[in-house]
């Protein structure tokens, strides 16, 4: 069974660092790319960027470049989305999900993590 | 960039209706890459439909998609009371995918 587990739910002040992570079970984690989804509060779904964990390319969207960072370590099969400096206004849930139906990177996701909440909050 | 526009906003519904959700593109969406989502309160968005008109592993035959080029539609032929949610589309054709603004189906 594929799964995707987020870490736990962070809370942090304006200007900390974060790393969130979404680890990978019942499948090859190299061979397909993995996407990054925020949601704000009471909004809707917003494109992150996609990585693939057998090479390490990355797409991002250009909203997002810049202020987060997304890796993966494929000796954990686990992927990450990092923030150097946060701000009140990274606070939403963040999803990832496999991107599984369709041709390398243009494919739409099967399955996605549970969501980890991030509140930034002075 | 290419903008989804959503129609309507909300619908209010009763179980047992059909309901049809629009979802308009600024430009042609790149080999007809749509995929439509539903989420419920509290949840991660769920695959309904992906390639515009393909039913993900496990959805129910009650929801088709349909569509090309910049109009694309969700029909769900028959509601259930677990269909009501909050539904996306997405193109994912493009460099900078997007998501729509949602439509939410409300119990009547």
């Given amino acids: ?122 | 960039e290419v903008v989804l526009t959503q129609s309507p906003g909300t619908l209010s519904l009763s179980p047992g209706e059909r309901v049809t959700l629009s979802c308009r593109a600024s430009q042609s969406v790149s080999s007809n890459f749509l995929a439509w989502y539903q989420q419920r309160p509290g949840q991660a968005p769920r695959l309904l439909i992906y390639a515009t008109s393909s039913r993900a592993s496990g959805i129910p035959d009650r929801f088709g998609g349909s569509g090309s080029g910049t109009d694309f539609t969700l029909t769900i032929s028959r509601l259930e009371p677990e269909d009501f949610a909050v539904y996306y589309c997405q193109q994912y054709g493009s460099s900078v995918e997007t998501f729509g603004q949602g439509t939410k189906v409300e119990i009547k």
């Fill in chain 1, 1 to 122: 069974e594929v799964q995707l587990v987020q870490s736990g739910a962070e809370v942090k002040k304006p200007g900390e660092s974060l790393k969130i992570s979404c680890k990978a079970s019942g499948y090859s984690f190299s061979s397909y790319w993995i996407g990054w989804v925020r949601q704000m509060p009471g909004k809707g779904l917003e494109w992150m960027g996609i990585i693939f964990p057998g090479g390490s390319e990355t797409r991002y969207n250009p909203s997002f470049q810049g202020h987060v960072t997304m890796s993966a370590d494929k000796s954990k099969s686990t992927a990450y989305l990092q923030w150097s400096s946060l701000k009140a206004s990274d606070t939403a849930i963040y999803y990832c999900a496999r991107r599984y139906y369709g041709s390398g990177s243009h494919a739409a996701p099967d399955s996605w993590g549970q969501g980890t909440l991030v509140t930034v909050s002075s």
